[in-house]
C-alpha cells in the first residue's frame, strides 16, 4: 500500500528462509564445539586456530562464487565450523595466557572489541558492495584479508606445534551441572539471542513499514556494533572493578529495554537510539560472562579452559541458531512488534539471575589451594606464567622449571 518494491507476502515467507540461513551457522557450530574443545585439550590451541582460518577462507570463497540457496546455505554451514576453531581456541588461548583475572578481562575486553571491527565494518559495507559493485565483491575482499590473518598465523603462533593442556580438563558433564556456568551461559545466549532475532528479521521489517533502499538495511545495524565495540572495550576494564555480576544484570536489563523500542521506530533515524543501546549492553554481557567463565573454571574446577569456552561458545551459538530459526515463525504468526515483545521480556526476566554471580563459592578441593594463595582479590589460580616472553608463543618447559 505505501508503493514498497515487493509485495507484503513475498517478504513475510523471506523471513523464514533468511531465518534458517543465518540459523544454520549457529547451528553447525553449536554441534562442532564440544569437539573442538576436547581438541584443544589434547593439542593445544594453535593448531585449531589455523585450521578454523583454512576453513573460513573457504567459506568465504563459496559465498563469493553461490548462486543458490543451497550453495548459499552449505556455505554458511561451513562457516559454522571454521568459527568453532577459531573461536573455541582463541578464547581458550587468552585464557591460559593471561592468568591474572584483571588482565583476562581486559584482553578478552580487546578481542570481542575485535568481533565487534568486524560487526561493525561488515553490515554496512556487505550491503553498500552489493548495491553499487556486486555480490562476489564483499566476500572477495574478506577472502583476501583471511589470507593476511592466515599468513600472521604462521609467523606468530607456529601452528605445527602440539602443546597440549599441562592439566587434566573437568568433563564437559561435569562443568554443565555447574549451576554458576549455566546461569553466565544463559545470559550469554539470552543477550545475544535479541540481536540474532533482528539480523534477518529487522531488514524485511524495514523493506514493508519503510520502503528502505539496500544500503539501508545493513547500514541500521551500525549503530548496534559501534556502541558494541565500545562496550566490550570500556567494561572489559570496568566489569572488574564494578562487579562482573552487576555489570551483566544492568546489561540484560538494558538489551530487554531496547528491544522493546524498536519496534517504536517510524524510520531508520527511529532505530539509531534502540540499536545503539542493545549494541552497547551486549557489549557489557558478553565482556563480563566471558571472563567469568575462565574465573569459575579457576575457582570451582581444574584451570584448563577449551571445555568451559566451548560451553561458551555453545551458548552464544544458541542464541544465534534459534533466534533466527524461531524468528521467521514469530514475525508469520504474531508479527514484528510482538517479537520484539517476547525477546525483551525474557532478558528482562533473566536480569535478576546474575545477581548469583556475585560471590560464587570455591570447591572444597580449591578451598586448599586459594588459602595458600591468599584472598580471592588476587584473581589467580593457576600457575603463574612468565609474560616477559612472548605471550602467544609456549614456552611451557621453561615455565615448569621456574615453578619448581
Known amino acids: 500500500p505505501r508503493g514498497c518494491p515487493e509485495g507484503d507476502e513475498f ?52 559465498f563469493a562464487f553461490s548462486g543458490t540457496y543451497t550453495l548459499l546455505f552449505i556455505a554458511r554451514a561451513l562457516q559454522g565450523v571454521g568459527s568453532s576453531f577459531s573461536s573455541v581456541a582463541g578464547l581458550g588461548m587468552l585464557a591460559s595466557v593471561y592468568t591474572d583475572d584483571f588482565e583476562r578481562g581486559s584482553a578478552m575486553g580487546i578481542a570481542l572489541g575485535g568481533l ?26 574478506l577472502a583476501f584479508l583471511a589470507l593476511l590473518d592466515g599468513a600472521l598465523q ?18 564437559m558433564a561435569t562443568l554443565l551441572r555447574d549451576p554458576y556456568i549455566l546461569v553466565a551461559a544463559g545470559a550469554l545466549c539470552f ?3 535479541g540481536v540474532a532475532m533482528l539480523e534477518p528479521t529487522l531488514p524485511i521489517w524495514m523493506m514493508q513499514t519503510m520502503c528502505s533502499p539496500q544500503w539501508q538495511l545493513g547500514m541500521a545495524f551500525l549503530p548496534a556494533s559501534i556502541s558494541y565495540l ?9 566489569a572488574n572493578r564494578m562487579g562482573r555480576w552487576l555489570c551483566s ?8 529495554a531496547s528491544l522493546l523500542c524498536v519496534p517504536l521506530a517510524t524510520n531508520i533515524y527511529g532505530l539509531i537510539g534502540p540499536n545503539a543501546g542493545l549494541g552497547f549492553a551486549i557489549g557489557m554481557v558478553d565482556s563480563s560472562m566471558m571472563p567469568i567463565m575462565g574465573y569459575l573454571v579457576d575457582l570451582r574446577h581444574t584451570s584448563a579452559y577449551g571445555t568451559v569456552y566451548a560451553i561458551a561458545d555453545v551458548a552464544f551459538c544458541m542464541g544465534f541458531a534459534i533466534g533466527p530459526s524461531t524468528a521467521g515463525a514469530i514475525v508469520r504468526a504474531v508479527g514484528f512488534p510482538w517479537l520484539m515483545v517476547i525477546i525483551g521480556v525474557t532478558n528482562l526476566a533473566y536480569a535478576p539471575l546474575c545477581w548469583a554471580l556475585r560471590s560464587p563459592p570455591a570447591r572444597e578441593e580449591k578451598m586448599a ?4 594463595e591468599g584472598p580471592m ?14 605471550p602467544l608463543v609456549d614456552n611451557s618447559d621453561v615455565e615448569d622449571k621456574n615453578v619448581e
Open 11 to 62: 517478504l513475510t515467507k523471506e523471513n523464514v528462509r533468511v531465518g534458517l540461513l543465518f540459523a544454520s551457522k549457529a547451528l553447525v557450530q553449536l554441534l562442532v564445539n564440544p569437539s573442538v574443545g576436547a581438541l584443544t585439550n589434547r593439542i593445544g590451541y594453535h593448531i585449531p586456530m589455523f585450521i578454523g582460518f583454512t576453513i573460513m577462507f573457504l567459506s568465504t570463497v563459496m
Open 116 to 141: 565487534a571491527l568486524g560487526v561493525l565494518i561488515g553490515a554496512p559495507f556487505g550491503s553498500i558492495m552489493y548495491e553499487f559493485v556486486g555480490k562476489s565483491s564483499p566476500f572477495l575482499v
Open 154 to 171: 604462521l609467523c606468530i603462533l607456529q601452528p605445527s606445534r602440539i602443546c597440549p593442556e599441562s592439566t587434566q580438563a573437568t568433563p
Open 191 to 193: 543477550s545475544n539471542m
Open 230 to 238: 565500545i562496550g566490550t572495550n570500556l567494561f572489559g576494564i570496568l
Open 249 to 256: 544484570m544492568i546489561g540484560m536489563a538494558v538489551v530487554g
Open 369 to 372: 589451594i586459594l588459602s595458600q
Open 377 to 390: 582479590q588476587t584473581k589467580s589460580y593457576t600457575r603463574q606464567k612468565s609474560l616477559q616472553e612472548f
